[in-house]
Nanobody
C-alpha cells in the first residue's frame, strides 16, 4: 500500500517562492512516475509537472520555466520548487504516483496573494 503526504503549502506574495514536498511510503517509489497536479476552485484538476523513474521531466505550459520538479529516491520524496508565483497559481496541489495503480495525496493549499 502506498501513502503520499504533501507539505510545504501556504500563503505567499506574488513573485515569491514555495517548495512543496511529497513523501511516499511503500516500496515502489523508485520505479514510479511522480506527478504534481493542482485544482483551483471551480476548475478541473490539471497536471502541471511529472518526473519519471528515469528522471525525465515535463511541465504544463502555465508553469514552465517557473516550477521545477525533482525527486530523491533515497528519501522517497518528490519536490516541486515554485518560483515567480502568480495569483493564478492559487490552488490545492496534489501529489500523484503512477505504477500499475494510481495513488493520490491529500493535497496542500497554495495561496498567492498580496
Amino acid at each position: 500500500q502506498v501513502q503520499l503526504v504533501e507539505s510545504g503549502g501556504g500563503l505567499v506574495q506574488p513573485g515569491g517562492s514555495l517548495r512543496l514536498s511529497c513523501a511516499a511510503s511503500g516500496t515502489i517509489f523508485r520505479v514510479a512516475a511522480m506527478g504534481w497536479y493542482r485544482q483551483a476552485p471551480g476548475k478541473q484538476r490539471e497536471l502541471i509537472a511529472i518526473i519519471t523513474s528515469g528522471y525525465s521531466t515535463n511541465y504544463a505550459d502555465s508553469v514552465k520555466d517557473r516550477f521545477t520538479i525533482s525527486r530523491d529516491n533515497a528519501k522517497k520524496t518528490v519536490y516541486l520548487q515554485m518560483n515567480s508565483l502568480k495569483p493564478e497559481d492559487t490552488a490545492v496541489y496534489f501529489c500523484n504516483l503512477k505504477f500499475n495503480h494510481e495513488y493520490w495525496g491529500q493535497g496542500t493549499q497554495v495561496t498567492v496573494s498580496s
